[in-house]
């Protein structure tokens, strides 16, 4: 029985690297895929490849989609702050990216069916984030359905699945499995603010760096003594 192929895409942050992790935990033979967004906090393309390197993927792509062409995030426009605060129940942030996930998604199912593979590999999160509308389960099911309909492989019977093992984990529980896969935290980039060094108060390192505390690794928080 031959190896199952999954892709991965894998921004640098701590999320995808272990779902990455998880895929090849149950077999798979993983191909990364990154993307340039025009996002500023490009750092984490670094640690993309580095992460790739070390989980040793079958393959690693970057593609460049410049969603900054037109803005409309805090991730993508650098006129806007990127928020501090603290994370508001039900409010989605100005770091969402319209159509992000739709894009990246579609071009991984592209990648996905010309090397056969089985499975696309996403890191999303439902629970730590502010309800981002392109990482909740509905979401990811409503695309399975559009996936099945829009390939070739997928009105044969055999379409690309998207599995996202981490969409209702709490972020605690995703670094407590990224200690116990040895993913490289350290050298994931999570920070939001486009700065050589994490910033400690974007929404991303503030949910972060409360999840390494709670697991008790507070040595890999952007800010260990807060």
């Given at each position: 029985?031959?190896?199952?192929?999954?892709?991965?895409?894998?921004?640098?942050?701590?999320?995808?690297?272990?779902?990455?992790?998880?895929?090849?935990?149950?077999?798979?033979?993983?191909?990364?895929?990154?993307?340039?967004?025009?996002?500023?906090?490009?750092?984490?393309?670094?640690?993309?490849?580095?992460?790739?390197?070390?989980?040793?993927?079958?393959?690693?792509?970057?593609?460049?989609?410049?969603?900054?062409?037109?803005?409309?995030?805090?991730?993508?426009?650098?006129s806007q702050q990127v928020p501090s605060d603290g994370v508001e129940d039900g409010i989605i942030p100005s770091?969402?990216?319209?159509?992000?996930?739709?894009?990246?998604?579609?071009?991984?199912?592209?990648?996905?069916?010309?090397?056969?593979a089985q499975r696309l590999v996403l890191g999303v999160n439902a629970v730590d984030y502010s309800g981002y509308?392109?990482?909740?389960?509905?979401?990811?099911?409503?695309?399975?359905?559009?996936?099945?309909?829009?390939?070739?492989?997928?009105?044969?019977?055999?379409?690309?699945?998207?599995?996202?093992?981490?969409?209702?984990?709490?972020?605690?529980?995703?670094?407590?499995?990224?200690?116990?896969?040895?993913?490289?935290?350290?050298?994931t980039w999570s920070c939001y603010s486009g700065g050589d060094q994490a910033c400690g108060v974007c929404d991303?390192?503030?949910?972060?760096?409360?999840?390494?505390?709670?697991?008790?690794?507070?040595?890999?928080?952007?800010?260990?003594?807060?």
């Amino acid at each position: 029985m031959s190896q199952r192929t999954a892709i991965a895409l894998l921004s640098g942050g701590l999320d995808s690297a272990t779902a990455a992790a998880l895929a090849q935990e149950e077999g798979d033979r993983v191909i990364g895929l990154s993307f340039d967004y025009g996002q500023r906090h490009r750092r984490e393309l670094e640690a993309a490849a580095q992460i790739a390197r070390r989980l040793g993927l079958a393959e690693h792509h970057r593609i460049a989609v410049d969603l900054a062409a037109w803005g409309g995030s805090a991730l993508t426009d650098l006129s806007q702050q990127v928020p501090s605060d603290g994370v508001e129940d039900g409010i989605i942030p100005s770091t969402y990216v319209p159509g992000r996930n739709t894009v990246f998604i579609a071009i991984g199912l592209s990648l996905a069916e010309a090397r056969g593979a089985q499975r696309l590999v996403l890191g999303v999160n439902a629970v730590d984030y502010s309800g981002y509308p392109d990482c909740r389960p509905d979401y990811l099911q409503a695309f399975q359905t559009l996936a099945d309909m829009a390939s070739k492989a997928g009105r044969e019977g055999h379409g690309t699945q998207l599995w996202a093992p981490l969409v209702t984990w709490s972020k605690t529980t995703i670094v407590e499995e990224a200690l116990r896969l040895q993913v490289p935290i350290a050298e994931t980039w999570s920070c939001y603010s486009g700065g050589d060094q994490a910033c400690g108060v974007c929404d991303s390192c503030r949910i972060r760096d409360a999840a390494l505390r709670d697991a008790g690794r507070p040595d890999l928080c952007s800010r260990p003594n807060p």
